[in-house]
T-cell receptor
Framework: DAKTTQPTSMDCAEGRAANLPCNHSTISGNEYVYWYRQIHSQGPQYIIHGLKNNETNEMASLIITEDRKSSTLILPHATLRDTAVYYCMIHNAGNMLTFGGGTRLMVKP | KAGVTQTPRYLIKTRGQQVTLSCSPISGHRSVSWYQQTPGQGLQFLFEYFSETQRNKGNFPGRFSGRQFSNSRSEMNVSTLELGDSALYLC?????????????FGPGTRLLVL
């Protein structure tokens, strides 16, 4: 699976949008972008995934650039409960998930 | 549907002992993966089972083993425990549709080796 690069940490004000970037310049054509998050001491939680089109669900939006070399996870109205480590991963069916260091998002009141 | 369940949630063992952890996947999910999470190494893949067969394996010593039963429940075993095996052990079951896989994680078992 391709490697990803994420900022180590980010802050966001409560109620504002949190935009978490991810670079995956070596992604190949059949690899998906997945986002998970892990709230302290809990198991990782699936957020969203996409191939090349932008995706939205009840938790977040995923914006993938046209060349697919980077993406942004958007939490439209961050709350204190969104404080977590967010992992961006590139995944191919049949392979295991490879977790990097992730981005530690701190939502502040 | 009920989520992924793991038992026990907390465990304390001593060096040299062995331990067995259990995972029940979401109903209908046939694949179960195991991960180890430590502060130093982060989340690392241990192995994956599908239809009672190991399908993928990470880079862990042979002391770490697993199995899956016909009802998709899985167990992992660690023999001859070392202090460095203290970690959060996470189990994930996989939902596959149209070739797209999504993993759902359990709450984990926190193992402390003294």
């Amino acid at each position: 699976d391709a490697k990803t690069t994420q900022p180590t940490s980010m802050d966001c004000a409560e109620g504002r949008a949190a935009n978490l970037p991810c670079n995956h310049s070596t992604i190949s054509g059949n690899e998906y972008v997945y986002w998970y998050r892990q709230i302290h001491s809990q198991g990782p939680q699936y957020i969203i995934h996409g191939l090349k089109n932008n995706e939205t669900n009840e938790m977040a939006s995923l914006i993938i650039t046209e060349d697919r070399k980077s993406s942004t996870l958007i939490l439209p109205h961050a709350t204190l409960r969104d404080t977590a480590v967010y992992y961006c991963m590139i995944h191919n069916a049949g392979n295991m998930l490879t977790f990097g260091g992730g981005t530690r998002l701190m939502v502040k009141p | 549907k009920a989520g992924v369940t793991q038992t026990p949630r907390y465990l304390i063992k001593t060096r040299g002992q062995q331990v067995t952890l259990s995972c029940s996947p979401i109903s209908g999910h046939r694949s179960v993966s195991w991960y180890q999470q430590t502060p130093g190494q982060g989340l690392q893949f241990l192995f994956e089972y599908f239809s009672e067969t190991q399908r993928n394996k990470g880079n862990f010593p042979g002391r770490f083993s697993g199995r899956q039963f016909s009802n998709s429940r899985s167990e992992m075993n660690v023999s001859t425990l070392e202090l460095g095996d203290s970690a959060l052990y996470l189990c994930a079951s996989t939902y596959t549709v149209a070739g797209i896989e999504t993993q759902y994680f359990g709450p984990g078992t926190r193992l402390l080796v003294l």
